[in-house]
């Protein structure tokens, strides 16, 4: 089945540096990749998502690239600031019924100022 | 808010017990999935139903079951609690039933094992 692994663990940052996070997925027929930001006591949220059709796509601070050969795809957050900490989380899909969203471990971003 | 509404809060029970989650998924979402979340374990996929099917499984125990009823909500039945079952229990929904869509998260049902 699918995995998906997700580096680093923790990543620590200035306010105002870029942060990258990068995951790698198993399975060459996962074509939808998902990022989701999740605050200290809250739920998972959408922030960005890609399909296997694109390369990058962008959303004002945050852009993510995919490299199908490589099967890897990667978050990018620019000019961080202190509200960017959170824990991250990448996944991978098929995008068909009956499989599943398999998410990496997670990265925990920290921002200071 | 995500839309997504998913009770109790927080439970607290001891080993032995059976508790049910609930979770009402967004207006006009027919697909609910369940993830559990623990420190050292990160989100993990159990369960998917989609218009009141299961759709697909995922690391769910045997002494986990689930359903999703005809307005669509969902209920996560837990019995036989130990305490490794101790974690965050998350519901999302989406519209369709391919996993290629977004999905939308509650806010969770945190439980406890004493």
């Known amino acids: 089945g699918e995995n998906v692994e997700q580096h680093p663990s923790t990543l620590s940052v200035q306010e105002g540096d870029s942060a990258v996070i990068k995951c790698t997925y198993s399975d060459s027929a996962s074509n939808y990749f998902p990022w989701y930001k999740q605050e200290l006591g809250k739920r998972p949220q959408l922030i960005i998502d890609i399909r296997s059709n694109v390369g990058e796509k962008k959303d004002q601070r945050i852009a993510v690239t995919l490299n199908k050969t490589a099967k890897h795809f990667s978050l990018h957050i620019t000019e961080t600031q202190p509200e960017d900490s959170a824990v991250y989380f990448c996944?991978?899909?098929?995008?068909?019924?009956?499989?599943?969203?398999?998410f990496g471990k997670g990265t925990t971003l920290s921002v200071s100022s | 808010d995500s839309g997504v509404t998913q009770t109790p809060k927080h439970l607290i029970t001891a080993t032995g017990q059976r508790v049910t989650l609930r979770c009402s998924p967004r207006s006009g979402d027919l697909s609910v999935y369940w993830y559990q979340q623990s420190l050292d374990q990160g989100l993990q996929f159990l369960i998917q139903y989609y218009n009141g099917e299961e759709r697909a499984k995922g690391n769910i125990l045997e002494r986990f079951s689930a359903q999703q009823f005809p307005d669509l909500h969902s209920e996560l039945n837990l019995s036989s609690l130990e305490l490794g079952d101790s974690a965050l229990y998350f519901c999302a929904s989406s519209e369709g039933q391919g996993y290629d869509q977004p999905q939308h998260f509650g806010d969770g049902t945190r439980l406890s094992i004493l």
């Open positions: 996944a991978a899909s098929k995008g068909q019924a009956g499989t599943a969203l398999i």
